[in-house]
């Protein structure tokens, strides 16, 4: 989800960036985006004051429209993307994919990524108790996937996990008790890079 916080402190302490923040974070000026499942194309919205080279993937023709309608390149079939990139993101889509789709994703990923490109990927943590119960709310969800599952999945295709961001803990007092006495993780979103090698 996003989270429009005024307060600093508190976006700091409890993770509490947009998932486009986090990820903006990690891009550098030059660099060449793939965002995969672009949707309204907001995402490159958030990088405009970067200078980048950034293409959309997207299944969803209105999106495609809006994104067109923006002036950026969105594509609506991966064979039309040419060329390698630095990253390729994800936010909240795998999620959306059942295990071929996933595996799919993972192979046109490292395709298309220069070697030491990185993929990054955000989504619901499904080691927290909340996410386990209100992932069905959305019935485009598929299923939650771990960081070990993603990270299993991802070791096929010759992408290595090196970084897994935690963030969005649990602000209600109540779940966060019951996430530490369940065993359960505190931080409903999760945010995980991946290197090719």
Same mark, same amino acid.
């Given at each position: 989800? &996003?989270? /429009? ?8 302490? /409890? ?13 550098? +000026? ?6 995969? %499942?672009? %949707? @309204?194309?907001?995402?490159? @919205?958030?990088?405009?004051?970067k200078n980048l080279d950034i293409v959309g993937y997207d299944t969803d023709e209105r ?11 969105? /594509? *609506?079939?991966? *064979? ?5 990139? +630095?990253?390729?993101?994800? *936010?909240?889509?795998?999620?959306? =994919?059942? $295990? @071929? ?9 490292? +395709?298309?990524?220069?070697?030491? %490109? ?5 989504? $619901? *943590? ?6 386990? &119960? @209100? ?7 598929? &299923?939650?996937?771990?960081? &070990?599952?993603?990270?299993?999945? %991802? ?15 649990? =602000?209600?007092? $109540? ?10 993780s505190i931080y409903s979103g999760i945010t995980l890079v991946f290197k090719k090698r």
């Amino acid at each position: 989800g &996003r989270h /429009f916080c005024k307060s600093k402190v508190k976006k700091k302490l /409890f993770g509490l960036m947009s998932d486009h923040e986090r990820v903006g974070k990690l891009i550098r +000026d030059g660099n060449r985006v793939l965002d995969f %499942g672009c %949707g @309204d194309c907001s995402f490159f @919205d958030s990088l405009k004051e970067k200078n980048l080279d950034i293409v959309g993937y997207d299944t969803d023709e209105r999106y495609i429209e809006i994104g067109k309608r923006k002036g950026y390149k969105v /594509f *609506n079939s991966l *064979n039309q993307i040419k060329g390698e990139f +630095d990253f390729v993101t994800a *936010n909240q889509v795998v999620e959306h =994919m059942n $295990l @071929d789709l996933l595996n799919e994703f993972f192979q046109k990923s490292f +395709d298309l990524l220069k070697k030491d %490109g990185m993929l990054i990927i955000s989504t $619901l *943590n499904a080691k927290e108790l909340y996410v386990l &119960r @209100d992932i069905w709310d959305d019935p485009t969800h598929v &299923r939650p996937y771990s960081v &070990r599952a993603l990270s299993r999945a %991802g070791e096929e295709f010759n992408l290595f996990l090196i970084k897994v961001i935690k963030h969005h803990m649990r =602000m209600n007092p $109540l779940k966060l008790f019951l996430d530490i006495v369940f065993g359960f993780s505190i931080y409903s979103g999760i945010t995980l890079v991946f290197k090719k090698r």
